[in-house]
């Protein structure tokens, strides 16, 4: 059972950008990994996902502003995110793809002037 522990998180004004870290307490070499978020009041949605060789999938909605990226040497996932919008507020958490791990505590991100 890999353990996650979610960093990065903050106030930013729109168009700022941040970088959300994942420190995983174990090997994920072989882990299909994802970045998730959770807006109050809705569901958890997958944001982005990354393979074990670096393949990347975006939703939607940050497709061209956020940036998914590993360092499997680490255990570590990053999340850089950019030109960012009030709607990407929310609780955001990594875990495998399908997320099948315990879910960490996440990072707060909000995003308001």
């Known amino acids: 059972q890999v353990q996650f522990v979610e960093s990065g998180g903050g106030l930013v004004q729109p168009g700022g950008s941040l970088r959300l870290s994942c420190a995983a307490s174990?090997?994920?070499?072989?882990?299909?990994m994802g970045w998730y978020r959770q807006a109050p009041g809705k569901q958890r949605e997958l944001v982005a996902r990354?393979?074990?060789?670096?393949?990347?999938n975006y939703a939607d909605s940050v497709k061209g502003r956020f940036t998914i990226s590993r360092d499997n040497v680490k255990n570590m996932v990053y999340l850089q995110m950019n030109s960012l919008k009030p709607e990407d507020t929310a609780v955001y958490y990594c875990?495998?793809?399908?997320?099948?791990?315990?879910w960490g505590q996440g990072t707060q991100v909000t995003v308001s002037s």
């Open positions: 174990g090997s994920i070499f072989n882990i299909y």
């Open positions: 990354i393979g074990r060789i670096g393949n990347t």
């Open positions: 875990n495998d793809y399908p997320p099948l791990f315990n």
